[in-house]
Antibody, heavy 116, light 106 residues
Framework: QVQLQQSGAELAKPGSSVKISCKASGYTFTSYYISWIKQTTGQGLEYIGYINTGSGGTNYNEKFKGKATLTVDKSSSTAFMQLSSLTPDDSAVYYC?????????WGQGASVTVSS | DIQMTQSPSVLSASVGDRVTLNCKASQNINKYLNWYQQKLGEAPKLLIYNTNNLQTGIPSRFSGSGSGTDYTLTISSLQPEDVATYFCFQHNSWLTFGSGTKLEIK
């Protein structure tokens, strides 16, 4: 079955970076884009962007340009999202999901906490 | 950006009730509207795509309708396992989520 397995919780200091992974299984990785979504209690769900897993091409929500960088490693069927220059506002649960819409399979989420 | 407004924000209903959740877009989204269910502590799950298409494996008590700016998710007979927050999501112009409707059992 289709599965997206994300990396674990991260505790990071302001100004640092974190890199979250999303390992796909149960389907041909390069056949579907991967989306990334941010969830906070205050802002709800926000769409960050997506990556073409075949070409590596990306498209970002304007709000997350310069904050998020999406990459893939086709050899391991893994997508990555790096978040840079972290602030407390970046504390959230981050999800990867298969496809742009309709996001038919989701990872379990990776919690990022930014605190000094 | 297209804004998605869901109503009500909280809905309390009894088991067996017919339940209707609403989602209104700030402009025409041409039926490019999906619905997701999120249970506590879990990732969102796709229920309905492109307004009225039931995702594989989703019970037939869930249905979607709408057009233009107004869309609806209906649960024909509420079950205890339907307790969750429901989000609408438009993909007509970029991609934005609604703020969610929390569904509770009375």
């Amino acid at each position: 079955q289709v599965q997206l397995q994300q990396s674990g919780a991260e505790l990071a200091k302001p100004g640092s970076s974190v890199k979250i992974s999303c390992k796909a299984s149960g389907y041909t990785f390069t056949s579907y884009y991967i989306s990334w979504i941010k969830q906070t209690t205050g802002q709800g769900l926000e769409y960050i962007g997506y990556i073409n897993t075949g070409s590596g091409g990306t498209n970002y929500n304007e709000k997350f340009k310069g904050k998020a960088t999406l990459t893939v490693d086709k050899s391991s069927s893994t997508a990555f999202m790096q978040l840079s220059s972290l602030t407390p506002d970046d504390s959230a649960v981050y999800y990867c999901a298969r496809k742009v819409p309709p996001m038919d399979a989701w990872g379990q989420g990776a919690s990022v906490t930014v605190s000094s | 950006d297209i804004q998605m407004t869901q109503s009500p924000s909280v809905l309390s209903a009894s088991v067996g009730d017919r339940v209707t959740l609403n989602c209104k877009a700030s402009q025409n989204i041409n039926k490019y509207l999906n619905w997701y269910q999120q249970k506590l502590g879990e990732a969102p799950k796709l229920l309905i795509y492109n307004t009225n298409n039931l995702q594989t494996g989703i019970p037939s008590r869930f249905s979607g309708s709408g057009s233009g700016t107004d869309y609806t998710l209906t649960i024909s007979s509420l079950q205890p396992e339907d307790v969750a927050t429901y989000f609408c999501f438009q993909h007509n112009s970029w991609l934005t989520f609604g703020s969610g409707t929390k569904l509770e059992i009375k």
